[in-house]
């Protein structure tokens, strides 16, 4: 699926100007992707942002992908959706955290201000750590939540109640919980 | 006969019959929406299906004024607190409603973020099942529930409720 020699103006632009910085890159259909290596990856989001000739100026979403079952190497993928309004273009750009055990990559904050509670979302739910983040906290569960829900090894019946249970029995006789 | 504390008398007996008579048609609900079954809330509470024929239709959006609580939706577990503290600052005598799947048992929220059921969290008197509930499913929800408050015994130095769900023939 991956085409290391995809044509693409886009593509062949953050090549030319970000020597070995893309490390993957595919157009299949329109669908234009590149992947970044982590610690190139807030450059190449800060010159599709400001080259004119990409002039991505509205980030669509910013989310994450756990690789676990995926068998694939590092695990978590993080996804930028780019959107220009000015060539109306869309671009994908993804980078790879390197340290599966506790992944971190560069916010973009800077770059988009849209990025910051996308980037909690996936500290929330993923454990991607984002160095630069102005307010790096949860934003859909609770403080006292342990773990992170959306990743592949989170067991699917784990429950972490605030409030602890009552008992149900005394409600509904003959029903056992 | 005398007026003694456990209403066995005649007149403790009318007098309980009439206070659940009084009750029962002017239920103040709290509606606690969270969710998309808010919709079907504003249905039947509205002119159409009209709770007011039940004296059931002046919503009070301070849990200290109504002694009905309408858990409307989906309640996740960083909800739950603030459900049991409403709850919590009602006046006796009060029931609730678990209006929607979503309430009943989590409906297909099987997850991480979701109260499997508000039973688990308060007592429950009238489970309304679907997803969204029929505003009829609602209307007979309602009506057990007057059935429940007219069967259940009520003194004037508290109300006492009776564990069941209800179902309209309690004792």
């Known amino acids: 699926m991956s085409d290391t020699a995809a044509t693409h103006p886009v593509i062949e632009r953050l090549r030319a100007h970000l020597v070995d910085a893309v490390v993957e890159s595919h157009a299949h259909r329109g669908d234009e992707t590149a992947v970044v290596r982590a610690d190139r990856y807030h450059d190449a989001v800060r010159f599709l942002r400001e080259d004119l000739e990409c002039d991505f100026d509205f980030l669509t979403d910013l989310t994450a992908i756990d690789r676990l079952k995926m068998k694939q190497k590092p695990r978590f993928e993080v996804v930028l959706h780019l959107y220009s309004s000015r060539h109306n273009a869309r671009f994908r750009l993804k980078t790879r955290p390197e340290n599966d055990a506790a992944p971190v990559v560069d916010s973009v904050v800077d770059v988009y201000p849209a990025a910051n509670w996308p980037e909690r979302e996936v500290w929330d739910m993923f454990g991607v750590r984002f160095t630069g983040h102005p307010n790096l906290k949860r934003i859909l569960m609770y403080e006292e939540f342990v773990g992170h829900p959306l990743r592949k090894d989170y067991p699917v019946n784990k429950r972490q109640p605030l409030v602890e249970g009552r008992r149900i029995a005394d409600d509904r006789p003959g029903v056992v919980f | ?171």
């Open chain 2, 1 to 171: 006969m005398a007026v003694e504390g456990q209403g066995q008398g005649f007149f403790t007996s009318r007098l309980s019959d009439g206070i659940a008579w009084a009750r029962k048609w002017s239920l103040f609900p709290y509606p606690f929406v969270t969710a998309c079954c808010g919709m079907e809330y504003m249905s039947v509470s509205s002119a159409h299906y009209d709770l007011d024929r039940f004296g059931a239709a002046w919503p009070r959006f301070s849990p200290r004024q109504a002694d009905l609580l309408m858990v409307v939706g989906t309640i996740s577990q960083k909800m739950a607190p603030i459900l049991l503290k409403v709850y919590e600052q009602m006046c006796e005598p009060k029931w609730v409603f678990a209006f929607g799947v979503c309430t009943c048992t989590g409906g297909f929220y099987d997850n991480y973020a979701t109260v499997q059921g508000i039973d688990r969290i308060i007592p429950v008197d009238c489970y309304i099942p679907g997803c969204p509930p029929r505003p009829e499913t609602v209307l007979d929800a309602l009506m057990k529930l007057q059935a429940k408050i007219q069967a259940s015994h009520h003194s004037l130095t508290g109300g006492v409720r009776p564990p069941g769900r209800c179902n309209g023939s309690l004792p």
